[in-house]
């Protein structure tokens, strides 16, 4: 499938680490639901991302994007959360101490297709 990834990391020159290529179509995974995007934009966080703030080099290339919404496995139209709770987590999302973002710890929205937390949607 089509992306946009992370491939490098630069504070000085963060474009440079831009790859738009081919990338391996999500696995399906229990909890979890593939959603073919029709819409994503760029955040800021996309941009420090490349700078290598909330990215580090052992996590490339990372597909960019945290913010989208599409169509899930059912035909139902969604807007995904961006954040990413740890398994079995039930307080507010920013207190979660695992808590990462797509484009972080699981690749992001720039995609053809994406896989995210169901109850994410």
């Known amino acids: 499938m089509l992306a946009v990834s992370a491939v490098s990391l630069s504070s000085t020159d963060p474009l440079a680490g831009l790859q738009i290529g081919e990338r391996p179509e999500p696995e399906p995974k229990d909890g979890w ?3 073919t995007m029709r819409t994503s934009s760029l955040n800021r966080h996309d941009l420090w991302s490349l700078k290598g703030v909330g990215l580090r080099p ?4 990372r597909i960019l994007g945290c913010d989208g919404a599409g169509i899930d496995e059912n035909g139902n139209e ?3 959360h961006s954040i990413v709770t740890s398994p079995g987590w039930s307080g507010p999302d920013p207190l979660d101490p695992h808590r990462t973002m797509l484009s972080e710890g699981v690749d992001g929205t720039f995609a053809e297709k994406v896989l995210v937390p169901t109850h994410h949607l």
């Open 58 to 61: 052992d996590q490339l290339p």
């Open 33 to 35: 639901s593939i959603i």
């Open 78 to 80: 969604v807007v995904i």
